[in-house]
């Protein structure tokens, strides 16, 4: 039986439940999914356990990783290099002490605004880990006890997150030979490091590393890095990684790793041996279905513990949903949230509109990359006509005076109708300014606008202006021609 085959619950059907909406995980979607219900007047609890509030994304994800970015941008002096010259530094011995300082300090504070938030709803929190005892009863179990708590809910939203994938071929040692979770408990900024994978999380660490002077090495079987990026913006990125005196093996898979007091060893099918203080794997995300007991609810996952749903995020029972990483791509932060709020939404038969279909990729490297809308290989593939307006942000005012001399914008434009059909921005603020895009795009706008718009000056902004002027002047050439 598909998704699509099961029949939506009766919403009168109030039943002798405790909650109208029980919500496994507190990470963004699972917040998001309990403030909507609580908004509807609906009694809502979510199940958590006691130092996971927040879930993966606040805990060991997405904050903590973007925190300890910052920390080295600013630590490192990188971002003022271009003015104050290479060697230029905040603090010249930086530990791992300085870089998480901040780190907990933001975590601290989010967890305390996730608290407040779910308080102010008047959202039940209860502490432990949630399983199925059928489909509308959980068994919430704090630490060793033997006897769980259970608890009934008319509709459940299903939001445990995910952790890293671990190979089975290699042997975690928690101290040298690291998943992406285990990087935030490293005692020491190491002085060699491999990456195992350059997709977006392997890619953001070996940026940080690189930066903080460690020496990285890349080791993906994949031909490239970043593969769901524009060719360019990726190219730029690994040119200046490279800079950064990072190494890179594409085309190579690790047979295994080695490791002692004295370090690891690497060991690549094609015979290649890395030496390195330690190995950081980042092979993909693994759903956290595994302790939910998920049958007794009439469920199943994949290999990777993801959970099938429909277009309203429904499982194949109808009463259940599940949103965020334990459904696949594109598994970020910020489409979760919406994922929580829409589930909460259908749960209870409340009007919803469906997400935008432009919506960004923000990848946290340093420097920073984000894009939006399609690529340029796409647009040829489907022979749809397209000019190319960029940017450089070494010929901006607001470039030159953050110090940033390698960052681009590029506008992929519609020769014909003028539309705008993709975003991609390398360097400082990109995930920030992706949006002025993004707005654009979804609202249907022309390059025109970009044209005709006074934007501030100096600012990262003027990018559009530069990069939208460039573009017209190219269709204009070519009409001109014809003429």
């Not at 647009?379 to 010929?395: D, F, K, N, Q, W």
Request: net charge negative; hydrophobic share 40%; proline share 4%.
């Amino acid at each position: 039986m598909t998704v699509s085959d099961v029949p939506d619950e009766p919403l009168d059907d109030a039943g002798p439940y405790d909650y109208d909406l029980v919500v496994l995980g507190s990470g963004p979607g699972g917040q998001k999914a309990a403030i909507a219900a609580a908004k509807l007047g609906r009694k809502v609890a979510i199940i958590e356990r006691r130092h996971m509030m927040g879930g993966v994304s606040v805990n060991t994800g997405t904050i903590p990783s973007k925190t300890l970015r910052e920390a080295v941008m600013y630590l490192t002096g990188m971002a003022q290099r271009e003015v104050y010259g290479a060697s230029y530094r905040v603090k010249s011995d930086i530990t791992m002490d300085d870089l998480f300082a901040r780190t907990h300090h933001v975590i601290g504070r989010e967890i305390e605004v996730i608290r407040a938030q779910l308080l102010r709803n008047h959202v039940d929190v209860l502490n432990g880990t949630g399983s199925f005892v059928d489909a509308h009863t959980l068994a919430v179990t704090e630490g060793g006890s033997a006897h769980p708590r259970t608890i009934t809910g008319r509709f459940v939203v299903i939001a445990t997150g995910s952790t890293p994938h671990r190979p089975d071929t290699v042997q975690f040692d928690e101290r040298r030979v690291l998943d992406s979770d285990g990087v935030l408990a490293l005692e020491n900024v190491p002085t060699s490091i491999v990456v195992v994978g350059a997709g977006i999380i392997g890619i953001e660490y070996a940026s940080m590393f690189a930066a903080l002077g460690s020496r990285v090495t890349v080791v993906d079987k994949r031909p490239a890095m970043l593969e769901m990026c524009d060719p360019e913006v990726a190219e730029s990125l690994k040119f200046h990684l490279r800079d950064l005196s990072v190494s890179f093996r594409f085309g190579e898979e690790v047979a295994g790793v080695d490791s002692n007091t004295h370090g690891t060893v690497t060991r690549l099918v094609s015979g290649k041996r890395i030496a390195a203080d330690a190995v950081m794997y980042s092979a993909g995300r693994q759903g956290q279905t595994d302790a939910l007991d998920l049958e007794k609810a009439g469920l199943t996952a994949d290999s990777r513990g993801r959970i099938t749903v429909d277009a309203q995020y429904r499982t194949a029972v109808a009463h259940i949903f599940a949103v965020g990483d334990v459904i696949g791509f594109p598994a970020l932060a910020a489409t979760s949230m919406d994922q929580g709020r829409l589930a909460a939404y259908h749960a209870f038969g409340e009007p919803a509109r469906e997400l935008q279909s432009v919506q960004p990729i923000g990848i946290y490297t340093i420097p920073e990359i984000s894009y939006c809308g399609r690529t340029e290989e796409e647009l040829t593939t489907s022979a749809v006509p397209y000019e190319v307006g960029i940017a450089r942000y070494r010929e901006l005012a607001r470039g030159q005076i953050v110090g940033d001399s390698y960052g681009m914008l590029k506008l992929l434009v519609h020769t014909e109708t003028r539309e705008l059909l993709g975003v991609h921005i390398f360097g400082t603020l990109a995930t920030d300014l992706v949006h002025i895009g993004q707005a654009i795009m979804a609202c249907g706008g022309t390059v025109d606008y970009l044209v005709d718009t006074v934007l501030n000056y100096p600012t990262l902004s003027e990018a559009y202006k530069v990069a939208a002027l460039d573009a017209t002047n190219k269709i204009r050439q070519v009409a001109r021609f014809s003429e």
